[in-house]
């Protein structure tokens, strides 16, 4: 993962700037209007369109950190989000219409949001994108986009299991049509060194994700690894090799608190973490700095929130931050 000095600097100043410092005697601190950008005219207001669920455990995280970057700025922060494109798009066209001061979208599927993205960008409301659809972003007009690179995350997740022993893999995609979930697949087999298997469920339907999981762990018997996409799915998952008397080895992508649990009780080997937290928040943040200062960040280059790796020894660390609803 790679992180640009740019990106440390900003979080860094971000951080100091809502502190106050002792210094030396006789250091004096200058006002906080020398060193901020000048307060927007009425705050601003920013919506957050995304490809989640509600009720999603993930894009709740996301959902957070952006209302608590718009808190922090004291801007108007908006977040709907709808796994339909169709549906994605006609929010997109909605926001462009109230005329918001910026525009925070994933696209799970890109082609479906690039006519609604190109009446944002030539209306000149600046969009970030997020999460999926990192390689479109920068075609599409977007200032930035944040997230983690998901054949780079994929990799990393099949080399770790290919260290666990997993020879054969189930990798479970539980949105049809999303590229990023088909990149993390297709990057967990480059590095695997033997089988990967794709599955495609529901998952609004968990119940039905526990019994397909489960029908081909039995059928299958050569099947020793799964790879979860999602939380939910991953528990779903971790289920599904109990009913099915498998010993299959259990990863997954993204964060819960039952993930953390389940890996601290060992049914879990490890998560991707992608910190969706920042997905929320550097968003926000960068249109904040933008509208008030012509902040621009990347380069024209994603900025990566992931992949790090929550395993045994660091779940306990994390397991609190993912009960206050920050990882």
């Not at 100043?13 to 100091?16: I, Q, S």
């Not at 718009?70 to 989000?81: E, W």
């Not at 469920?201 to 609004?204: A, I, L």
């Not at 059928?219 to 790879?227: A, E, F, M």
């Given at each position: 993962?790679?992180?640009?000095p740019i ?5 860094g100043?971000?951080?100091?700037s809502?502190c106050s410092?002792s ?9 906080a209007?020398?060193?901020?950008p000048?307060?927007?005219a009425?705050?601003?207001t920013?919506?957050?369109i995304?490809h989640g669920?509600?009720?999603?455990s ?9 209302e608590?970057a ?12 709808d796994?339909?494109?169709g549906?994605?798009?006609q929010?997109i066209?909605?926001?462009v ?15 479906a949001l690039?006519?609604?993205i190109g009446?944002?960008?030539a ?10 659809g ?5 075609a ?10 998901e054949?780079?995350?994929g990799r990393?997740?099949g080399?770790q299991l290919k260290?666990?022993g ?5 990798c479970?995609?539980?949105?049809a049509?999303?590229?990023?979930l088909d990149q ?9 060194g033997?089988?990967?298997e794709r599955?495609q469920?529901?998952?609004?339907n968990l119940?039905?994700?526990t ?7 039995q ?9 979860a996409?999602?939380?939910a799915?991953a528990?779903a998952?971790?289920?599904a090799i109990k009913?099915?008397?498998s ?10 608190g ?9 049914d879990v080997?490890f ?7 920042l997905?929320g928040?550097?968003p ?14 990347g380069g024209?280059?994603p900025?990566n929130?992931g992949?790090?790796?929550v ?5 306990d660390?994390?397991a609190?931050?993912?009960e206050a609803?920050?990882r």
């Open positions: 993962m790679r992180r640009t990106v440390l600097a900003l979080l100043a971000l951080t100091l809502g410092s210094g030396s005697p006789g250091a004096q601190s200058a006002p209007a020398e060193n901020s000048p307060a927007a009425g705050g601003g920013f919506s957050v995304t669920a509600p009720g999603d993930f894009w709740d995280v996301v959902k957070n950190g952006a608590a718009g808190k922090k700025y004291g801007v108007t922060v908006t977040y709907q989000g796994g339909d494109p549906k994605q798009s929010l066209d909605q926001a219409s109230q005329k918001v001061d910026g525009i925070v979208v994933s696209m799970a599927n890109p082609d690039k006519e609604a009446k944002a960008v209306a000149k409301i600046p969009v970030v994108t997020i999460n999926s990192a390689d479109s972003s920068k599409f007009g977007a200032i930035t986009h944040v997230g983690q690179s054949d780079v995350a990393g997740a080399e260290a666990a997993v020879g054969k893999l189930l479970v995609i539980h949105e049509g999303n590229v990023g993390r697949c297709k990057g967990a087999e480059q590095t695997l033997g089988t990967v599955l469920v529901d998952v609004s119940a039905d994700v019994s397909k999981v489960a029908a081909k762990l059928s299958d018997k050569q099947l020793n690894g799964v790879l996409l999602n939380p799915v528990i998952a971790r289920d009913d099915a008397g010993q299959a080895k259990l990863a997954t992508f993204d964060l819960s039952d993930v953390v649990s389940a890996i601290k009780d060992g080997l998560a991707v973490d992608q910190q969706q937290y997905q928040w550097l926000i943040t960068f249109l904040y700095l933008y509208k008030n200062n012509l902040n621009t960040v024209g280059l900025v929130t992949p790090g790796f395993t045994k020894d660091n779940a660390q994390v609190k931050l993912a609803g920050t």
